[in-house]
């Protein structure tokens, strides 16, 4: 089984243009993550008497499909957040999360299959998800806000409250699947949870760099140190084969034959034979 995941720039990229701001600024990796990078932007209010978020419009959903939208969030100034949906009647649904409990606060219904959900991710993170169905083709869109209480997105903000965010997600699937990181393409998770295609982490395996080899029979030395030995071993057994013929044949080497001088011209050199026996002596 796989899941697409459909938002560009899903990771924590909401600095990026592909992320509207209304009412609100964001700060770019201005805090801790969740994987314990500092990749994590902080969403800043201005002081309109308004809604205040980011948005992520224009992905197109088939109808009947189920579609979850997640993001993982801290609280700073603000305590509360709402993820707010439209689908493509843009008929809006806010669900509303307090980020110091970890408990939900008003949900919005209305939309088919539509769950929300708050999980601990730890160091205050916490994962927020709403999950409905698209009841017709179209747009689906989502809104992370800050609210400054359960049920209410608008109200006057200070220009400098906020809150963290980090890791939004847009999935096909009625249910959260690991952070699949995106850069422009969707892309697809396999049900283990790694991502592949264009934007996907690549963890390709790359080749690992030559070590020597230690320990018993390891072989060491620089290049040739082989044929080198080769040699050696050849030479010895040369010497060897020369010493087993000397002695063989009685050859003198040429310093002993240089010491007593050659033999003498006519003089036969023969191998040692055995002893003459007299003729008189055999009966």
Not at 92 to 99: A, G, I
Request: a positive charge; charged letters at 15%; proline letters at 5%.
């Amino acid at each position: 089984m796989s899941r697409i995941s459909l938002g560009q720039y899903s990771s924590a990229q909401f600095e990026a243009a592909s992320w509207g701001k209304t009412r609100a600024s964001v700060l770019a990796n201005a805090a801790l993550a969740p994987n314990g990078t500092m990749t994590a932007d902080k969403l800043v209010e201005d002081t309109s008497n308004n809604s205040h978020f980011v948005a992520r419009t224009g992905t197109q959903i088939a109808a009947g499909t189920s579609v979850t939208a997640s993001i993982f969030v801290k609280a700073a100034e603000r305590r509360w957040f709402a993820l707010v949906t439209a689908d493509s009647a843009n008929a809006f649904r806010t669900t509303y999360f307090d980020l110091q409990t970890g408990t939900l606060g008003v949900v919005s219904q209305g939309a088919a299959g539509h769950v929300a959900q708050i999980v601990a991710a730890g160091n205050g993170w916490y994962r927020c998800s709403v999950t409905q169905t698209q009841a017709a083709s179209g747009n689906f869109n989502f809104y992370p806000s800050i609210a400054s209480a359960n049920g209410a997105t608008s109200y006057p903000g200070d220009g400098a409250s906020e809150l963290c965010l980090w890791g939004a997600q847009l999935e096909t699937g009625a249910a959260v699947s690991s952070v699949i990181p995106t850069e422009a393409a969707g892309t697809t998770v396999t049900k283990g949870g790694r991502a592949s295609g264009r934007g996907a982490d690549d963890r390709r395996r790359k080749p690992l760099p030559a070590q020597p080899l230690s320990g018993r029979g390891a072989l060491t030395g620089s290049t040739g140190a082989l044929p080198r030995q080769r040699r050696s071993e050849r030479v010895r057994i040369c010497v060897l084969v020369k010493i087993f013929v000397r002695k063989l044949f009685n050859v003198r080497p040429e310093a002993d034959r240089a010491q007593h001088g050659p033999p003498d011209a006519g003089t036969e050199h023969r191998p040692a034979s055995r002893a003459q026996v007299p003729r008189s002596s055999l009966a």
